[in-house]
């Protein structure tokens, strides 16, 4: 049974930063393309990041650009969001996903999902 467990949410000041962790067993990680996507209340799910199998392909969307970063270790199983420059429009619960496909992923195929981490920013 995959699991997806995402760590590191928390309250922060706009201008601050946080680095989310997703932990991940009962799947091959080595070989998963792994994404971050964000919901913020009354909006849809989007994505934000995502990192190919072996870290060599990143794709990060406009919104956050320039201020966050994905990163993954493979001995660790665990795949991170580095965030700065925080902005109140950051606010969302944050989701870790899986696909062994890192195309399908970022068009939003997600194989599998994990709980979500808050983040809250304030102004």
């Known amino acids: 049974q995959v699991q997806l467990v995402e760590s590191g949410g928390g309250f922060v000041q706009a201008g601050g930063s946080l680095r989310l962790s997703c932990a991940a067993s009962g799947l091959t990680f080595s070989a998963s393309a792994m994404a971050w996507f964000r919901q913020a209340p009354g909006k849809e799910r989007e994505f934000v990041a995502g990192?190919?199998?072996?870290?060599?392909?990143?794709h990060i969307a406009d919104s956050v650009k320039g201020r966050f970063t994905i990163s993954r270790d493979n001995a660790r199983n665990t795949v991170y969001l580095q965030m700065t420059s925080l902005k109140p429009g950051d606010t969302a619960v944050y989701y870790c996903?899986?696909?062994?496909?890192?195309?399908?992923?970022?068009?939003?195929?997600?194989?599998?999902w994990g709980q979500g981490t808050q983040v809250t920013v304030s102004s």
């Open positions: 990192i190919s199998w072996s870290g060599g392909n990143t």
């Open positions: 996903a899986a696909n062994t496909n890192f195309g399908k992923l970022v068009r939003g195929e997600v194989e599998d």
